[in-house]
């Protein structure tokens, strides 16, 4: 009977790890449009010495799934003030098959960002760090921007 059992255990552990999902990702894991938030800090000018500032602001994000990316944010430091509405930046990204990777950003009057991300929920949100310049300590989390049809309408959520 203990055999019975241990082997019934067995089994039934072998096809539910059969069952687990194993994500693997590609650039093409991010597409379409992301909502972004950050938060952090940043020196509050490009000359040496410059006071730090604590910066919050959100993105719109749009990954095209081939590495290419653009941007508009709304950005607010402590120091600068919201000096820059709806600013336009470009770059690209990469993703491993681990679902980590990188990113560049540039937006005029800043220095490009290098950034390391982590795609999860099957591609439905994204963390990101920025790593380079050293300055530059900003954290963003996105999420998809789902569009679905309504009567009379498309309805954003």
């Given at each position: ?135 530059v300590m900003v954290t ?18």
């Amino acid at each position: 009977m203990k055999t019975a059992m241990m082997i019934l255990l067995l089994a039934a552990t072998a096809a539910c790890a059969q069952d687990a999902p194993q994500t693997t990702c590609t650039n093409a894991s991010l597409k379409g449009d992301y909502g972004f938030t950050l938060t952090g800090t940043r020196p509050s000018a490009p000359t040496p010495g410059a006071a730090i500032e604590t910066v919050i602001g959100t993105a719109m994000t749009h990954f095209d799934g081939n590495g290419n990316l653009t941007q508009i944010d709304n950005i607010h430091g402590s120091v600068t003030g919201f000096t820059a509405p709806d600013r336009a930046g470009s770059g690209n990204y990469s993703i491993n098959p681990d679902c980590t990777g990188t990113m560049t950003l540039s937006s005029l009057g800043s220095p490009t960002l290098t950034l390391q991300i982590v795609v999860v929920d099957d591609g439905n949100e994204v963390r990101t760090a920025v790593v380079a310049p050293a300055p530059v300590m900003v954290t963003s989390n996105g999420r998809r921007v789902v569009t679905r049809p309504v009567l009379g309408g498309i309805f954003r959520l």
